[in-house]
């Protein structure tokens, strides 16, 4: 029996659930040379399409982290242009979470700062700017200070959500700070 056609398209626009995104996910597994037209969707910035085609390449690269790695750099690229919560947040999510793609840091780093710093980004953003930049000091050890700055002058205004994960983060860096001094000292 042949393999079925689909229309990712027309697939991504019958339901936003998580069971139907598991659902769309599903078929994506059984044919994964459909995860490139899944991306294609998901960066073309074309609501709501592509916030559902990047909540399913999202958790279901959770498993396969292969679908992620390739399409970094271009994500990187397009971070700039996002305007949904939900493209911004399970981008960084991913990138959260994948290899940084080489000579994508930079712009990564401006765009994490930029988003952790804005009022008007949710909470998620937020978070995941946080992990992001986190992960990004492992490299760039001179943001430490700058991102432990950035947290604390959030935290009185913070969200409980915010607050939780802003408190564990600055410890760490405060943890790693002493350690580069105490390195620097020897």
């Not at 998901?42 to 498993?63: F, H, K, Q």
């Not at 700039?80 to 990138?95: E, Q, S, T, V």
């Not at 050890?141 to 959500?161: N, R, W």
Request: glycine letters at 4%.
């Amino acid at each position: 029996m042949p393999e079925p056609k689909y229309d990712l398209r027309e697939l991504l626009l019958k339901g936003n659930s998580r069971s139907y995104t598991d659902f769309v996910g599903d078929i994506v597994n059984k044919r994964p040379e459909l995860i490139h037209e899944l991306w294609e969707i998901y960066l073309c910035m074309e609501e709501p399409v592509s916030r559902r085609a990047a909540w399913i390449i999202d958790t279901a690269s959770e498993n396969k982290p292969e679908w992620v790695i390739p399409h970094l750099p271009g994500l990187v690229e397009k971070l700039p242009f996002f305007n949904h919560d939900g493209l911004k947040r399970h981008a960084l999510r991913m990138i959260a979470r994948s290899p940084f793609a080489t000579g994508t840091e930079g712009e990564l780093m401006n765009i994490a700062f930029k988003w952790l710093q804005d009022s008007a980004e949710s909470v998620a953003v937020k978070m995941y700017c946080i992990q992001v930049l986190y992960r990004l000091s492992a490299s760039e050890p001179d943001i430490l200070q700058e991102l432990y700055d950035t947290i604390e002058f959030q935290m009185a205004d913070g969200t409980p959500g915010f607050r939780s994960i802003g408190s564990k983060i600055m410890q760490q860096v405060d943890r790693d700070i002493i350690m580069l001094k105490t390195r620097k000292r020897r």
